[in-house]
């Protein structure tokens, strides 16, 4: 059934917005049965490219064949009717209901709903892509993997027979991305034909049967996952130089003490003890959802501590919230990047000045004109696309409006740095950027680093805290290598010993 | 089953300028339409129904002055209810904060009457803008403190700002005529008019004041944390701004501006305190607001349009006798067009055949 003809052909696609050429001659077949990887750095044009696919957007030239014959997406809903489905970064669901009403919902079959066929139907194909799914079960109970088999759910119900999934495992755990990619194999091998977008390079390896490198709008490479062929080599192509994945890395001298964490409990948390000084970089790495967001609104003052004790750059944290010294001293680098680290509906100018309004402040007013000047030449030195103040925040790419944010909070020269899951959905290159950056500021302040990433941590620590259900469980050094071999066991709630972690604390500490 | 089907599709990328001046355009074509459709049911010929109405608002020198003056407390209190809008802050209580305003303005110039103009007026601004401001305060602090609802608690509090006037003209402050009014402010206490028109000189004031105003938001710190807070609560949280002042901040300012026009309305058009002052501008401020999107100019000009709807109205309660009502509904009518027609900016109906 894979015979020559592509289930979807892209003949020469080209969008462009004003002068910035998101796509450009873009030729490529997807194959039924098949999984296409598309790989690109931020900006490189995959976002436009699935919207052109989605029906949210028109080419301005090209064609697109659906079994050979030419089609025009001019609506979502016609990319629906084509058999295209889209499972989105931020999932479309409606939390309120049960899994069978999301899964039925929009579909437009007469007047009535005839819920028990329905119900029927969809269980018919839960079973058929071994997706253990109770339909009954509300949505919002549910954990990011099962909403994500919603989603997919939605799709198979929909006949869809391209399934489209941006950056599918950066909402999972490893366990679920593995159960996902079993999901895909099943729907590849039963005739749907699967685009990954993704950042990961082990994962591309792993799961694609083909892979599309974008560049600038460009498509400069497709290749086959062979036996020789290594993330490092893949990474090379995508963004056309040498990528070391090891950090360039030296050691300081741990200073004065930025943070001191004592007993602090309540919102989730249980007793939980930590120290950072400037020049070192801690991280707390953890499945989400075990007590890190509680313990960085803490320390972030948006949350006050219920017990225990916060202690910031030796003073309380009351006081040192009460002082409105937040906007010297501490810089918070959120993991919702548009929810609360800016405004999407004002301009570049105005989220630049969120945090730094006051340096820019004379009396009453607020001089823009400087900080105008100071955010043109952030723009420039960081590489955020596009280069214009007065381009509205929303309407940046993630991985830019990741820099804006950067920029921004290095730009205040913070003595205290707090960063959630920083390079989350960003590409090697702009990954890279921010390590540099972050390992950089340590010379005048001390790091929280929270992510996901082993990987990351491993690279970019001094220290590293292992949190599970409200508790630090451990905190070991870098160099710790019998610790850091038992951290996916921590993760999962097999604490060590009180004494080692004790032992590997102070060691931490001291060195 | 063949047929057709109307559906519903979003716009896939932002209205153009043309599409929202045709569709605000249009909205008011249908709100004037169905007015005149009611017109008709009283046996009124819509040519001449529309022609009375044109006239009383724009047909003649007078008409233009009279609708400058109504448009004057509408500008103020349109203003007020903006800032507080640019907050997400719904205060729908401008009309109480205007009658506030007109009973502090009434109080200093009752009890200060003899004082020389400089110090009475100035006397009677701040009493205005404190009681107006101090009115709109209290909702804020019920809103931040105790979760009260400001829609609710804002529009409650019109009826209590009214009944309080009443109170106050049908008892301590009645005028030896027995009327329920004041007695007439002395003539230190009246704001003259510019030159030789009926303009009075509120009419600077309110230019000032959309100055002041446009000056705020664009140049200085409070202005921006508030444009801020409006657009992502969270954020402003997160960037450390205090969130709880602002709202009080805003509402204390959207009070006063309401209030301001209390002031004027007593001082300079009517030159006492009496019941019929409240004819809703403070309501109809709302409208304005909302119309005009929050822009201090767009107010401006929808203040002068909305004003010279209510003069064309009154002149169809005097030519024709259309009841007081009617300009209410047309009011109502035009606002709700409007809003509707906000859908085809962000939608589009697309008819397709069903098989």
Request: hydrophobic share 50%; with cysteine; proline share 4%.
């Amino acid at each position: 059934m894979q015979g020559a003809v592509p289930f979807i052909q892209l003949d020469t696609l080209c969008k462009s917005f004003g002068r910035v050429r998101a796509n450009h001659n873009i030729s490529l077949d997807i194959h039924a049965g098949k999984i296409l990887a598309l790989l690109g750095e931020n900006g490189a044009g995959k976002s436009t490219l699935m919207s052109l696919l989605a029906g949210q957007l028109q080419p301005d030239s090209g064609r697109i064949l659906l079994n050979g014959r030419q089609v025009v997406l001019s609506s979502t809903e016609k990319a629906i009717q084509c058999g295209i489905g889209m499972v989105y970064q931020h999932f479309k669901l409606v939390e309120a209901m049960s899994v069978l009403e999301n899964i039925v919902l929009g579909q437009s079959q007469g007047f009535w709903l005839k819920r028990s066929a329905l119900k029927r139907q969809v269980a018919e194909l839960a079973r058929a892509y071994g997706i253990p799914l109770a339909l009954n079960a509300r949505v919002s109970t549910l954990s990011m993997g099962e909403k994500q088999q919603v989603e997919i759910l939605k799709l198979l119900f929909r006949k869809s027979d391209l399934l489209i999934f941006d950056e599918p495992t950066s909402v999972l755990t490893p366990a679920e991305a593995t159960n996902l990619f079993a999901t895909m194999r099943e729907m590849a091998a039963q005739g749907k034909a699967i685009v990954f977008i993704s950042h990961k390079l082990e994962e591309v390896l792993r799961i694609a049967d083909h892979i599309a490198i974008l560049k600038q709008g460009e498509i400069i490479d497709q290749l086959s996952p062979a036996a020789d062929l290594v993330p490092a080599e893949l990474a090379r192509r995508m963004v056309g130089r040498p990528v070391l994945l090891q950090v360039q890395r030296e050691e300081l001298e741990p200073r004065q003490t930025v943070l001191k964490v004592q007993g602090l409990g309540g919102n989730g948390l249980e007793q939980v003890d930590l120290e950072l000084r400037q020049g070192e970089l801690l991280s707390l790495v953890g499945v989400a959802g075990n007590g890190q967001k509680a313990l960085v609104e803490n320390i972030c003052g948006l949350l006050p501590p219920r017990k225990g004790a916060v202690r910031i750059l030796g003073q309380d944290w009351a006081d040192f919230y009460a002082a409105r010294q937040t906007e010297t001293s501490l810089s918070y680098i959120p993991e919702d990047r548009q929810g609360l680290a800016t405004c999407p509906g004002l301009d570049l100018l105005d989220n630049f000045l969120l945090t730094t309004r006051h340096a820019f402040s004379k009396g009453p007013w607020l001089d823009k004109n400087t900080a105008k000047d100071k955010l043109d030449k952030l723009l420039q030195d960081f590489a955020i696309r596009p280069q214009d103040s007065s381009t509205h925040a929303w309407q940046l790419s993630g991985g830019n409006l990741q820099k804006l944010v950067l920029a921004r909070e290095f730009y205040r020269k913070p003595r205290l740095i707090v960063a959630e899951q920083p390079t989350q959905g960003l590409d090697i290159a702009a990954a890279e950027e921010v390590w540099r950056l972050l390992l950089q500021a340590r010379e005048q302040a001390g790091i929280l680093l929270v992510t996901g990433d082993l990987a990351e941590a491993l690279a970019l620590s001094d220290r590293i805290g292992v949190m599970f259900r409200g508790k630090l469980v451990a905190i070991m050094a870098r160099h710790d290598q019998k610790s850091i071999a038992r951290i996916p066991q921590m993760m999962a709630g097999l604490a060590p010993s009180e004494g080692e972690s004790q032992k590997t604390y102070n060691q931490g500490v001291e060195s | 089953m063949h047929g057709f089907l109307l559906r519903i599709a979003k716009r896939q990328e932002p209205s153009p300028l043309w599409r929202s001046a045709l569709v605000l355009f249009g909205a008011v074509l249908v709100a004037l339409g169905l007015s005149i459709l009611l017109l008709a049911l009283r046996g009124i010929s819509p040519l001449e129904g529309c022609r009375v109405l044109i006239m009383g608002a724009f047909g003649s020198s007078w008409a233009l002055q009279d609708c400058l003056l109504k448009a004057i407390p509408l500008f103020l209190c349109s203003l007020g209810v903006a800032i507080a809008f640019r907050l997400q802050i719904w205060n729908i209580g401008a009309e109480g904060q205007f009658a506030l305003g007109a009973i502090g303005a009434t109080w200093a110039a009752l009890a200060f009457g003899a004082q020389p103009k400089f110090i009475l007026l100035p006397l009677m601004i701040l009493a205005a803008c404190s009681a107006g401001g101090l009115w709109a305060m209290i909702p804020a602090i019920f809103r931040q403190w105790l979760g009260a609802n400001e829609i609710i608690v804002t529009l409650m509090f019109n009826y209590i700002a009214i009944l309080l006037l009443d109170f106050l003209v049908y008892g301590i402050w009645r005028d030896s005529s027995g009327f329920p009014m004041t007695p007439a402010f002395s003539k230190n206490a009246i704001l003259g008019t510019i030159g030789t028109s009926d303009i009075h000189w509120g009419l600077v004031h309110c230019a000032l004041l959309g100055l002041l105003c446009w000056l705020f938001f664009r140049s200085t710190r409070l202005g921006y944390e508030i444009k801020a807070s409006g657009d992502n609560v969270q954020a402003a949280r997160y960037a450390g701004m205090p969130y709880n002042f602002l709202v009080v901040l805003v509402m204390l300012l959207s009070g006063a501006l309401a209030g301001w026009a209390g002031f004027l309305e007593v001082s300079a058009s009517v030159h006492r305190l009496q019941p019929s002052i409240m004819v809703g501008y403070g309501f109809t401020a709302i409208v304005v607001a909302w119309l005009a999107r929050l822009n201090p100019a767009g107010i401006a000009l929808t203040s002068f349009l909305l004003a010279g709807l209510r003069a064309g109205v009154e002149n169809l309660q005097l030519d024709l006798q259309i009841p007081a009502a009617f300009g209410a509904i047309l009011e109502g009518l035009i606002l709700m067009t409007v809003l509707a027609g906000g859908f085809f900016l962000s939608y589009r109906i697309v008819v397709r055949r069903q098989t």
